[in-house]
T-cell receptor, first 115, second 110 residues
Framework: GAGVSQSPRYKVAKRGQDVALRCDPISGHVSLFWYQQALGQGPEFLTYFQNEAQLDKSGLPSDRFFAERPEGSVSTLKIQRTQQEDSAVYLC?????????????FGEGSWLTVV | DAKTTQPTSMDCAEGRAANLPCNHSTISGNEYVYWYRQIHSQGPQYIIHGLKNNETNEMASLIITEDRKSSTLILPHATLRDTAVYYCIVRVEGTYKYIFGTGTRLKVLA
């Protein structure tokens, strides 16, 4: 596709349930980012991949959050045992290369509501 | 850590220029300044980015001060569809982490 694609667009999970959020970056893009955006706040960095390597996971809020990009293209963000505070929009972004100065393209986000 | 500071909100009359400031005094020498905007329920939309020189594209102009500690995004003829939250972001030096601030909520008034 032309842009970053995320699915599902909306997800309602019961507290304690596991969820998986998928990101299809722009074809050929080396860099992939995950961000979390709470209501009324700016996006906050979660993790970064360069191809299949997860080079920075400093923003993951707990060990319940796990991200992977096994073949260097599609990425999945998994949240285990969801809690109400996990309710947020999860944004995926990609860029052609890792160096600063490359345009970063964001997807529309996956809206997660934990009830 | 890199950090950006922006006014919380601004109003602009339709057809006039909107000038949105950003302070990024801790930016390192090789890092770019990026501007994005976000309309409710959508992902951030890229606007423009720059390093040292002023930049212009079909959407906006970016003016960066000589010391690179601040910048201004200029929307030359604001329309109602430009109503959004505007973020300037910078990367933390030596990392891959791009930091969003709280953003400026721009309201374009008819």
């Amino acid at each position: 596709g032309a842009g970053v694609s995320q699915s599902p667009r909306y997800k309602v999970a019961k507290r304690g349930q596991d969820v998986a959020l998928r990101c299809d970056p722009i074809s050929g893009h080396v860099s992939l980012f995950w961000y979390q955006q709470a209501l009324g706040q700016g996006p906050e960095f979660l993790t970064y991949f360069q191809n299949e390597a997860q080079l920075d996971k400093s923003g993951l809020p707990s060990d319940r959050f796990f991200a992977e990009r096994p073949e260097g293209s599609v990425s999945t963000l998994k949240i285990q045992r969801t809690q109400q505070e996990d309710s947020a929009v999860y944004l995926c972004a990609s860029s052609l290369a890792a160096s600063s100065g490359n345009t970063i393209y964001f997807g529309e986000g996956s809206w997660l509501t934990v009830v | 850590d890199a950090k950006t500071t922006q006014p919380t909100s601004m109003d602009c009359a339709e057809g006039r220029a909107a000038n949105l400031p950003c302070n990024h005094s801790t930016i390192s020498g090789n890092e770019y300044v990026y501007w994005y905007r976000q309309i409710h329920s959508q992902g951030p939309q890229y606007i423009i980015h720059g390093l040292k020189n002023n930049e212009t594209n079909e959407m906006a102009s970016l003016i960066i001060t000589e010391d690179r500690k601040s910048s201004t995004l200029i929307l030359p003829h604001a329309t109602l569809r430009d109503t959004a939250v505007y973020y300037c972001i910078v990367r933390v030096e030596g990392t891959y982490k791009y930091i969003f601030g709280t953003g400026t909520r721009l309201k374009v008034l008819a």
